[in-house]
């Protein structure tokens, strides 16, 4: 009998927790699986597995809504209870909590994956607290935590939410380093001619940033910072990425008088030639795991200026080329035109980047997925489990203050 798994998500676009997802499920399908995901319909892209099967829950919503979040879990209990899961596997926080309460004595095994944070500085008080309690509260039932880097599994063992013996790392496999490290040998001919594939002009320096037009990627704060390098003349900033915030990105550098110094690219499916056309690479967000874009430029020898945020100082822990910025962004502009200015910068040793390659992260897979076998197998004639009463603490916050991944 092949193990039968339950992935619930809170929403599928294009997106590093994304790719993530995408590829565990191609290793467990590879490995004889079952394989179901339960996900929200905003922003929900078809590109899951052909084996895969896909059950969209319409009321899976990021905001906390009384009803919605009460239908969604009777949905995913009726789910759990018809498909008889030996595993149910959340990520991302809505599903995350939402998901594990529903899957709570309906299968033996309980997995979490947590690809960034639910509490923490980067949200409001109450939020955050929220947050901590529902994580500590569901701690309980979970058999594993999965993390995507070190960095945020320390943050959730110092927090008292995940037990260091239940938690294990599974990095996200990024595909294309192999072509990203074979850009440190491009001839400054081979350099100029990705400049004008992607529209840059051959005087100018590039500043590159990639990621979704989201608030959490605060590209408008990396524009007002930059703006009087940019204003100078020789200097443009390239930005490749779609999202609910281009309008206001759009504004933003008409009312700096940016247009003609700011490329706005949209979704760009390969990006290897932005980093070989990049003088520089910055990263501005307020929230990550391990910020998948970081590792590319370290990958493609680019210097990286990046806000402090889980996940940057394990990708760059010992690089020159790197300059890490408080989270408010201060010193953003000064550490850019150092970079600029340091044409000696020596790129990181390519094995720096190894543990993103995929053969690293299937040996990670592997040993999550073989623990869940010896589990299933271990547990498959077993009845109910004795599980701790629980009770939700969500009525306690106006659900106005919340807005969740």
Not at 138 to 165: C, N, Q
Not at 254 to 263: E, N
Request: proline share 6%.
């Amino acid at each position: 009998m092949s193990v039968r798994i339950l992935h619930v998500a809170t929403r599928h676009r294009v997106g590093g927790a994304e790719r993530n997802l995408l590829y565990t499920i191609s290793r467990q399908l590879e490995r004889g699986f079952e394989v179901h995901v339960a996900v929200g319909i905003d922003e929900l892209e078809a590109d899951f597995p052909h084996a895969t099967r896909v059950h969209p829950v319409p009321e899976l919503v990021r905001e906390v809504s009384p009803v919605n979040d009460w239908r969604a879990t009777r949905y995913l209990k009726t789910l759990i209870r018809d498909h008889r899961f030996h595993v149910v596997h959340t990520h991302q926080s809505k599903a995350g909590v939402l998901g594990r309460a529903a899957a709570r004595g309906l299968t033996p095994t309980i997995v979490h994956g947590v690809h960034m944070a639910s509490f923490g500085p980067a949200y409001g008080r109450v939020p955050s607290a929220l947050f901590l309690t529902l994580e500590r509260w569901l701690a309980r039932i979970t058999d594993r935590f999965v993390f995507v880097g070190a960095e945020l599994l320390r943050r959730y063992v110092a927090a008292r939410v995940a037990p260091p013996d239940r938690s294990m790392i599974v990095h996200s496999p990024i595909s294309n380093l192999g072509s990203l490290i074979g850009v440190r040998h491009l001839t400054r001919a081979q350099k100029d001619h990705a400049r004008a594939v992607i529209g840059a002009r051959p005087e100018r320096r590039v500043i590159l940033m990639v990621g979704a037009l989201d608030r959490r990627k605060r590209h408008a704060l990396a524009i007002e910072a930059l703006a009087p390098l940019l204003l100078a003349g020789d200097t443009e900033l390239v930005i490749a990425g779609q999202g609910r915030e281009l309008a206001p990105v759009e504004v933003l550098c008409r009312d700096l008088r940016l247009t003609d110094s700011v490329r706005l690219l949209g979704l760009v499916t390969d990006v290897t030639p932005l980093y070989a056309a990049a003088d520089v690479f910055v990263h501005s967000s307020t929230l990550e795991g391990v910020p998948q874009t970081v590792v590319q430029a370290i990958a493609a020898g680019v210097p990286v200026v990046a806000t402090e945020v889980d996940g940057v100082r394990e990708t760059t822990a010992g690089l020159s080329c790197a300059a890490i910025v408080p989270e408010d962004g201060r010193g953003l502009l000064e550490a850019v035109r150092a970079r600029l200015a340091d044409t000696g910068c020596n790129p990181a040793p390519p094995s720096l980047v190894s543990a993103w390659l995929p053969y690293s992260v299937d040996a990670e897979l592997d040993e999550l997925h073989d623990w869940i076998e010896d589990r299933v197998g271990g547990r498959r004639s077993e009845g109910g489990l004795e599980l701790p009463a629980l009770t939700s603490p969500f009525s306690t916050v106006p659900s106005e203050e919340l807005a969740i991944q």
